[in-house]
């Protein structure tokens, strides 16, 4: 069973920056792909980014490609979203997940292992 902990989102302004943390327990975190999600009010959960359980590979959104990054360290059980370039249309709870089933995956239903969310809110 895997038990995840988002952390590091905030109220920021258009163009800034920010990190994303996810902190990881209760299993062999290097065995689960991981991925990042992210919901706004009265839309469907979308997906952010992915990365495979080596960290060797990732996929992304197009809407984040070239802005978000996303990275992890088994070491330290915890996967990251640098979050570059802010605009106000990222605004949004942002949750990660794990699989142990999938290599990388951008559909919310290959995800077994879910967190609580971290608000992310961008003003313009």
């Known amino acids: 069973q895997l038990q995840l902990v988002e952390s590091g989102g905030g109220l920021v302004q258009a163009g800034d920056s920010l990190r994303l943390s996810c902190a990881a327990s209760?299993?062999?975190?290097?065995?689960?792909?991981m991925g990042w999600f992210r919901q706004a009010p009265a839309k469907e959960r979308e997906f952010v980014a992915a990365?495979?359980?080596?960290?060797?590979?990732?996929s992304y959104a197009d809407s984040v490609k070239g802005r978000f990054t996303i990275s992890r360290d088994n070491a330290k059980n915890t996967v990251y979203l640098q979050m570059n370039s802010l605009k106000a249309e990222d605004t949004a709870v942002y949750y990660c997940a794990g699989s142990r089933m999938i290599v990388l995956g951008n559909r919310p239903d290959w995800y077994d292992y879910w967190g609580q969310g971290t608000q992310v809110t961008v003003s313009s």
């Open positions: 209760g299993s062999t975190f290097s065995g689960y792909a």
């Open positions: 990365i495979h359980r080596s960290g060797g590979s990732s």
